[in-house]
């Protein structure tokens, strides 16, 4: 899958799940429906997350999992349920914030929307239907001049997310009546088959402006999304290009909500993984049960192996993939100084005293070995102690799950930025490192 066709294309969560089950289809995962052959591939959704697996050749007493898992979420602006604004002449719309972005980078933007419909058709007017959309329009959230804000070189852009995230987004419809509701509403059931209605919407804005290459030797990527699109990318490129694991079970996963706190029915805390987990194990143990079921995996021996799901998991290994904060050149005072990774020095281990990573000391372990038989590089992160650490969904899996998990990611610049920043080659080490980490048999 191209990167930046991913990035592209990836511009709401639920885009970001239409494009990889686009991928899988495309190198032969099937639709999963509780029935399983081994040395197959798989994958299933619940709203906007997906979870992919493949199947082992043979499910042994030592087969374990081995998941990757990484976010498809990222922070923006959301269009309001009643959104229809008006003032000096021009029709606005109300935003709410979705997760932390950078506010300021969010002004002066060429702003894309898109999002899911769920709509009723004219003719039967009660199953309610979805549809994945995408505008072809340009919206904006312009700044006040330098002239109408003297100080904001001194002081700094001050940002109020209900007062500054009116988005601009139609002149025309302005010299209609102030009083005129829905105008949004009906712009979006341009969208739909002709005569349907438009009962709800999940739409956001998004940074309309591709990604670019940069840098004099063309070293760095600048996109929106990065965080954390690039860990999905390398994931879905590293189950579908891994050799097939004779023994493990592979798995990779993508949840929606990290950046609202994952509590979501679709989101890391929710049971969306146990469950898949919970068929994939039952059709693995069916199968060493009931040699009448089509499920058997091959060579299986005819003794039911006396396990459970959880004892498994907690042989098993998890890497929980987001991005990492690069030291940023103009202020290296921000980070730890023998714990500052760097742009294009390789993959970062994230490791927390306060357990805001799920880093311990054995998957931290295994990762420095994978990494040092591979050739790759390593650094490691930490927080100053006089400054907090962010999270992951890397915690919460671990230990919902009892799985040992390390958490891991690229390092950028300028995150939850409306634009950001990363190294061409720190991608290329992941996508390498995660395979590596499917293929492994210790
Ligand atoms: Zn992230």
Same mark, same amino acid.
């Given at each position: 899958?191209?990167?930046?066709?991913?990035?592209?294309?990836?511009?709401?969560?639920?885009?970001?799940?239409?494009?990889?089950?686009?991928?899988?289809?495309?190198?032969?995962?099937?639709?999963?429906?509780?029935?399983?052959?081994?040395?197959?591939?798989?994958?299933?959704?619940?709203?906007?997350?997906?979870?992919?697996?493949?199947?082992?050749?043979?499910?042994? *007493?030592?087969?374990?999992?081995?998941?990757?898992?990484?976010?498809?979420?990222?922070?923006?602006?959301?269009?309001? $349920?009643?959104?229809?604004?008006?003032?000096?002449?021009?029709?606005?719309?109300?935003?709410?914030?979705?997760?932390?972005?950078?506010?300021?980078?969010?002004?002066?933007?060429?702003?894309?929307?898109?999002?899911?419909?769920?709509?009723?058709?004219?003719?039967?007017?009660?199953?309610?239907?979805?549809?994945?959309?995408?505008?072809?329009?340009?919206?904006?959230?312009?700044?006040?001049?330098?002239?109408?804000?003297?100080?904001?070189?001194?002081?700094?852009?001050?940002?109020? =997310?209900?007062?500054?995230?009116?988005?601009?987004?139609?002149?025309?419809?302005?010299?209609?009546?102030?009083?005129?509701?829905?105008?949004?509403?009906?712009?979006?059931?341009?969208?739909? $088959?002709?005569?349907?209605?438009?009962?709800?919407?999940?739409?956001?804005?998004?940074?309309?402006?591709?990604?670019?290459?940069?840098?004099?030797?063309?070293?760095?990527?600048?996109?929106?999304?990065?965080?954390?699109?690039?860990?999905?990318?390398?994931?879905?490129?590293?189950?579908?290009?891994?050799?097939?694991?004779?023994?493990?079970?592979?798995?990779?996963?993508?949840?929606?909500?990290?950046?609202?706190?994952?509590?979501?029915?679709?989101?890391?805390?929710?049971?969306?993984?146990?469950?898949?987990?919970?068929?994939?194990?039952?059709?693995?143990?069916?199968?060493?049960?009931?040699?009448?079921?089509?499920?058997?995996?091959?060579?299986?021996?005819?003794?039911?192996?006396?396990?459970?799901?959880?004892?498994?998991?907690?042989?098993?290994?998890?890497?929980?993939?987001?991005?990492?904060?690069?030291?940023? =050149?103009?202020?290296?005072?921000?980070?730890?100084?023998?714990?500052? =990774?760097?742009?294009?020095?390789?993959?970062?281990?994230?490791?927390?005293?306060?357990?805001?990573?799920?880093?311990?000391?054995?998957?931290?372990?295994?990762?420095?070995?994978?990494? *040092?038989?591979?050739?790759?590089?390593?650094?490691?992160?930490?927080?100053?102690?006089?400054?907090?650490?962010?999270?992951?969904?890397?915690?919460?899996?671990?230990?919902?799950?009892?799985? $040992?998990?390390?958490?891991?990611?690229?390092?950028?610049?300028?995150?939850?930025?409306?634009?950001?920043?990363?190294?061409?080659?720190?991608?290329?080490?992941?996508?390498?490192?995660?395979?590596?980490?499917?293929?492994?048999?210790?």
């Amino acid at each position: 899958m191209d990167f930046f066709e991913f990035l592209n294309t990836a511009v709401t969560p639920y885009h970001t799940v239409d494009a990889l089950k686009a991928f899988f289809r495309a190198n032969s995962f099937a639709n999963f429906d509780d029935v399983l052959e081994p040395e197959k591939s798989y994958f299933v959704s619940r709203g906007a997350s997906i979870i992919a697996f493949r199947t082992p050749k043979q499910w042994n *007493e030592s087969s374990k999992f081995r998941i990757a898992m990484a976010h498809t979420d990222f922070p923006s602006l959301k269009i309001s $349920p009643n959104p229809d604004c008006f003032s000096a002449g021009v029709c606005t719309l109300h935003t709410e914030v979705y997760g932390s972005p950078l506010y300021t980078s969010w002004l002066d933007r060429d702003l894309g929307y898109a999002g899911m419909l769920a709509y009723v058709d004219a003719a039967d007017g009660k199953t309610l239907k979805t549809k994945l959309f995408r505008g072809e329009k340009l919206f904006r959230i312009p700044q006040l001049a330098v002239h109408l804000n003297r100080g904001v070189n001194q002081d700094g852009l001050k940002v109020n =997310p209900q007062i500054d995230f009116n988005a601009l987004w139609s002149g025309a419809s302005g010299r209609a009546s102030e009083g005129e509701k829905n105008l949004f509403v009906k712009a979006l059931e341009k969208e739909l $088959p002709a005569g349907a209605r438009l009962i709800d919407f999940d739409v956001q804005l998004f940074d309309a402006q591709p990604a670019n290459q940069g840098g004099f030797n063309d070293e760095w990527i600048y996109s929106g999304r990065l965080d954390n699109l690039s860990s999905c990318h390398a994931i879905a490129e590293a189950i579908v290009g891994a050799e097939s694991n004779e023994n493990d079970c592979l798995v990779a996963c993508f949840f929606n909500n990290e950046e609202v706190g994952s509590t979501t029915r679709e989101g890391a805390v929710g049971n969306f993984l146990q469950s898949v987990l919970d068929s994939i194990f039952g059709s693995f143990d069916l199968a060493q049960d009931d040699n009448s079921r089509s499920v058997i995996l091959e060579g299986q021996s005819p003794n039911r192996i006396h396990t459970s799901l959880s004892s498994r998991l907690s042989s098993s290994i998890a890497l929980s993939i987001d991005m990492a904060h690069a030291e940023h =050149p103009n202020h290296t005072e921000k980070h730890e100084p023998n714990h500052a =990774p760097l742009l294009g020095k390789g993959i970062v281990l994230k490791t927390n005293s306060q357990k805001r990573y799920a880093s311990d000391l054995m998957s931290s372990a295994k990762l420095r070995l994978l990494c *040092e038989q591979a050739s790759i590089p390593l650094q490691v992160f930490i927080t100053r102690n006089d400054m907090p650490c962010g999270s992951t969904v890397g915690p919460t899996v671990s230990a919902n799950l009892g799985i $040992p998990t390390v958490d891991i990611g690229e390092p950028m610049l300028s995150m939850h930025s409306i634009r950001e920043m990363m190294a061409a080659s720190d991608h290329a080490d992941m996508i390498k490192l995660v395979r590596v980490f499917f293929c492994d048999k210790n």
